[in-house]
């Protein structure tokens, strides 16, 4: 059975490049955004996120009428949700996932499908919630069956497939990645794959659903006990006056170590997150997964402790200046290296919470942004050269590009990059 129609759930980081990779192949993409701004800016083939390449590619396919962006849901053959997967705002120590998003999501399209349909949960989720959104669906379409009563025969299919791509090259990695694609049944994996192989070009291998939600989970824990690692390391040198980017080039020597960057904590929308959903799944059992998060999320906390120790020393050196008299440089504030995407950044936070304590002025450099979030208003933008010759404190967060070919040498430096150490 063929796709003739594909509609895209969520036109974020992740569902945007997605619809302009099926609408590239000349399939008719429906993409569905609740933003009334990402939705006319997409249909005047303009894209609303940072993405090497993407603008020409949304821009083509809309130009040619394959692509089109719509605040409600559309008849499609296949339905791909890639809606968001936060926590829920409640004061437990484990952070519990949030799957409104995608319960709203299986709610708009439920009224639409028919027979021959096909469902896939593309948003990180914790395990079990690829069941959840077949539940969702069958308890909005009585008339329909669904995998998890019907198997093989079901009307309509559901499938689980994570994306695995790095921000900055999301459309090559979109093309050669391997897939894991987890159906819920045989042949609704064999049309999740039929599905996918329209643009991909990597492997699309099989799994069930449960298997493909924590395969992607499991990723970014591995990659957020190693960052964790980086991190206490990094302390621990602070501690015993010892050079750690020197120390990590030396043991990095060595043909079977591989030590990562330690940096002033960890974000995104992934490594930060997604651990997570092991942890409240099985809080017992995840002894390092959840000390890797307490590590990674602890280390904001040591960078502001750093720059209240150098507003302090500055002080003592200067007499008669106060602490208004201070100004401070935070240099970068996206949560990696040359990227817009401001989700779950320490960068940010660390700026933010700085500006709030800090009765003097702060500043930000951050050469992807034009504006600050409306949230962070006590922080202003700066330009590089104006933040090196007016700030006393510098401190370096996020090693984006434009800072690499920059020289900071200043007594009241604090790099959490080692780029100018």
Known sequence: MSFNTISVIGLGYIGLPTAAMFAS????????????????????????????????????????????????????????????????????????????????????????????????LES??????????????AAARLDLSFPQVAGEEADVNVAHCPERVLPGHVVRELVENDRVIGGMTAKCSMRAVELYKIFVEGECVVANARTAEMAKLTEN???????????ELSIICDKLDINVWELISLANRHPRINILQPGPGVGGHCIAVDPWFIVSKTPDEAQ???????????????????????IADFLQANPTKTAKDVTIACYGLAFKPDI???????????????AELHSGAVI???PNISELPGNVSALKLSEFDVAKKTADIHL??????????????????????????
């Not at 079990?128 to 077949?134: I, P, V």
């Not at 940010?348 to 919470?353: E, F, M, T, V």
């Open 340 to 354: 817009d995407d401001l989700r779950e950044s320490p960068a940010l936070n660390i700026a933010k919470q700085i």
């Open 221 to 231: 824990s591995c990659r957020d006990v190693q960052i964790a690692f980086a991190n």
């Open 364 to 366: 930000a450099v951050e």
């Open 124 to 137: 990180t989720s914790p395990v079990g919630a690829t069941e959840q959104m077949a539940e969702w669906l």
């Open 288 to 310: 390092i997964i959840h000390t890797a998060r307490k590590v990674n999320d602890a280390k904001p906390g040591w960078v502001i402790n750093k720059v209240k120790l150098a």
């Open 396 to 421: 370096m967060l996020v090693d984006h590009k434009e800072f690499k070919d920059q020289k900071m040498k200043n007594k009241y430096l604090i790099d959490t990059k080692g780029i100018w150490c």
């Open 25 to 120: 192949r000349k399939k008719k993409v429906i993409g569905v955004d609740v933003n009334q701004h990402a939705v006319d800016t997409i249909n005047r083939g303009e894209i609303h996120i940072v993405e090497p390449e993407l603008d020409l590619i949304v821009h083509s396919a809309v130009t040619e009428g394959y692509l089109k962006a719509v605040t409600s849901p559309e008849p499609a053959d296949a339905f791909l949700i890639a809606v968001p997967t936060p926590f829920k705002n409640n004061d437990s120590t484990i952070p519990e996932p949030d799957l409104s998003y995608i319960k709203k999501a299986s709610e708009a399209i439920a009224p639409l499908l028919k027979k021959g349909d096909l469902v896939i």
